[in-house]
Structure formats: C-alpha cells, structure tokens
C-alpha cells in the first residue's frame, strides 16, 4: 500500500482546474492552500501497478506544472527480514 504526499504547483492561473482535475481520480485527497497557488496531493494506492497508473495519470494533467514528493511510505515486507 504506497502513500505518498506531494505539493503539486499548477500551471499559471490553472489552481481550480488542477484541483478538479485532481478530484476526479481514484485514491487522492486533495488539500488547496488559502492563499498561495499549491495543493497538497496524498495518494493512498493498493498496490504498486495501481500507483504506476496514477502516476501516468498525473503526468497526463495540462494544468499540473510540477509535482514535488514530499513524503513516501510503502509497506512491502522486506525479504529475508
């Protein structure tokens, strides 16, 4: 189960469509700051195939100008431990 967080920092003027854009894919919870132009993105996936597809989707979105990771967590079993 990957969670990650993200700042994601729109295109220019863009903050209402990345956060619609954002709304409408699975396992994300958006958080818009009040007064600057950035959003908190926390992806909460399954498993690693279903993270891949969301971070093709992310990368598809006109609106998204970057995406920063700002914390990770997967709790894959080491092997051997």
Known sequence: MPIFSYL?????????ILCASLATLPHCEIIPSDNQEVVVLVTDTPDEAT???LQKSLKNLQSLQSLSLAF?????KKKGR
């Open 51 to 53: 993270e891949d597809e």
């Open 8 to 16: 994601a920092i729109p295109t220019s003027g863009a903050k209402e």
């Open 72 to 76: 990770g967590y997967d709790d894959k």
